[in-house]
């Protein structure tokens, strides 16, 4: 707003004086001086004089604007993030039902029901390896190939998988919730450095590599894997939501494996020429809210279309 619109403005308002308005306003005569110098009235003064005046249409400034768009993208995160507990709740619990069901109700002991040993570590550690074996890295070979990114999303989905049954190895599920929650907080990236994306997801296997070889406490090694988790996730263009969502749905795969035959090795992984995580993805994909019974149901449909 211009001095002299500012002017016309607190007079229409039954100012008879400036003065009158400075003592209204709580503003100094310094201020008002500094308004009338540069003939430009600050933006707050001219939103408030509009809403005195009860016009509808506010006065509108580009750098105003610019900072609300700004800020949208964050409000929107802030505004989801208040259901995340919600959701790591669901997942841990999901993930604790999971490992009960396939490995017996005491595996937190590192032992399964059948006496196989369980390294959550190693779980990790190979599947960076799958997620890289997902990125054109080899010199001598399709150098010129593009990243499957589909396919590094489901590789961090199956890490996290491990990384909570390890976190729930460690401690309980509210404590668990606790500890990853404000490390979901964040805007995934648009734009995914492929190279630096695999130095990150390398440095996954390294703190594993530490915990199992004594070289790191077990519990820092906690705290240090949730937050290079969640940077991978951001760096990969891997939001919260859709790992949520990629978690629920992989954990109804890894169900339907294992009440197909996954164990006992008469799982069929292949699906008419796709391998069952695709086809997944392509289901998830279809879906705008994901329900596990819902999911295993279309799973099944699938599946028995490939037999």
């Not at 039954?14 to 400075?22: L, Y």
């Not at 004089?49 to 604007?65: A, R």
């Not at 086809?279 to 699938?302: G, R, T």
Request: one cysteine or more.
């Amino acid at each position: 707003m211009l001095y002299k619109e500012f002017k016309e403005s607190i007079k229409s308002l039954g100012f008879n004086t400036m003065e009158d308005f400075i003592k209204y306003a709580g503003v100094t005569s310094d201020e008002v001086l500094d308004w009338e110098d540069k003939n430009q009235v600050p933006y707050i003064v001219s939103l408030v004089l509009h809403l005195l005046k009860g016009e509808k249409e506010l006065p509108s400034t580009s750098s105003l604007d610019n900072v609300v768009e700004e800020c949208l993208p964050l409000a929107t995160l802030l505004d989801e993030a208040s259901s995340f507990p919600h959701k790591l709740e669901e997942m841990f619990l999901l993930q604790k039902k999971l490992n009960d069901s396939t490995n017996g109700k005491n595996w937190e002991l590192g032992i399964n029901k059948f006496g196989k040993e369980i390294n959550w570590l190693r779980c990790i550690h190979m599947e960076v390896a799958e997620l890289i074996e997902s990125t054109p890295w080899k010199h001598w070979k399709n150098i010129n190939s593009e990243p499957d990114m589909n396919n590094i999303h489901v590789e961090l989905v199956d890490i996290w998988h491990f990384l909570m049954s390890y976190i729930l190895q460690e401690t309980n599920v509210p404590k668990a919730v606790s500890l990853v929650n404000t490390h979901c907080i964040y805007e995934a990236v648009t734009e995914v450095d492929v190279k630096f994306m695999m130095t990150e997801a390398e440095k996954l296997s390294y703190i594993a590599l530490a915990i199992d070889t004594g070289n790191m406490p077990s519990f820092s090694g906690v705290e240090r894997f949730i937050d290079q988790f969640f940077r991978c996730c951001k760096i990969s263009g891997l939001s919260f939501m859709w790992l949520q969502k990629l978690y629920i749905g992989k954990n109804c795969l890894n169900q339907f494996r294992q009440d197909h035959g996954y164990k006992e090795g008469t799982y069929i992984k292949q699906w008419n020429g796709k391998e069952d995580n695709v086809v997944m993805v392509d289901i998830l994909e279809k879906m705008d809210d994901v329900s596990f019974d819902d999911l295993y149901s279309k799973l099944e449909d699938a599946y028995n279309s490939c037999k």
